[in-house]
């Protein structure tokens, strides 16, 4: 039996957040991340760096385990916007070689680093190109609190939040984001669950 959904029970449904992590990984904030997400039974995102995997493999498959979906970042956090079309490609497939080795997937997701936008290269690619909703700026604040209140003051349903898994301040940040998010209506999911139509 098809299961309707009601009018007063339409309203209940969570709005969704994606939480995105940038840079990764990295060999002592990614680690932490993972062990708070998994406390809080919250789902990630993490855009990683080819040339960070090299070293760090059993980090990429633990994020794999723990159920977080894994984008591409480029080999170098190479600006794809300002080189060739040919080093674009080798930085791109460089890394989703390391990550199809590492998980048994091809990515499907990208992120240009410093969100650099051009049609031709996405189709060229044949992948999703994910940019975000709310730039936390945490790489430069490095401060929790700040970050936080980025985040509770910008954040929409259906949002992509951009952060890096890269400082102590944003593990403490995400710490107290996720029961003040949940606290506002919102659950997390990856974002394959938000652009994928």
């Known amino acids: ?38 406390e809080e039974q919250v789902p990630a995102t993490f855009f990683l760096l080819g040339e960070n995997m090299e070293e760090r493999r059993e980090m990429v498959e633990q994020l794999v385990k723990d159920g977080h979906l894994i984008g591409n970042h480029t080999y170098t956090h ?3 916007c300002q080189i060739s079309a040919d080093e674009t490609t080798e930085e791109i497939t460089k890394t989703n070689d390391i990550l199809e080795g590492l998980t048994g997937k091809r990515p499907q997701f990208f992120r240009p680093p410093f969100g650099c936008k051009n049609e031709t290269l996405e189709k060229q690619t044949g992948m999703f190109w994910i940019f975000w909703d709310v730039d936390t700026l945490d790489w430069s604040l490095q401060n929790a609190e700040q970050v936080y209140c980025k985040v509770v003051k910008n954040v929409g349903e259906n949002d992509i939040i951009l952060m890096h898994d890269a400082y102590p301040s944003t593990v403490e940040a995400v710490r107290e984001l996720i029961p003040a998010l949940q606290e506002m209506g919102y659950t997390f999911v990856t974002v394959d669950r938000l652009v994928e139509p």
């Open 1 to 38: 039996v098809e299961h309707l959904v009601l009018p007063e029970e339409k309203k209940t449904e969570k709005k969704r957040i994606a939480l995105t992590f940038d840079d990764g990984p990295h060999p002592i904030y990614t680690p932490q991340m993972l062990e708070l997400l998994k």
């Open 78 to 80: 190479a600006n794809v």
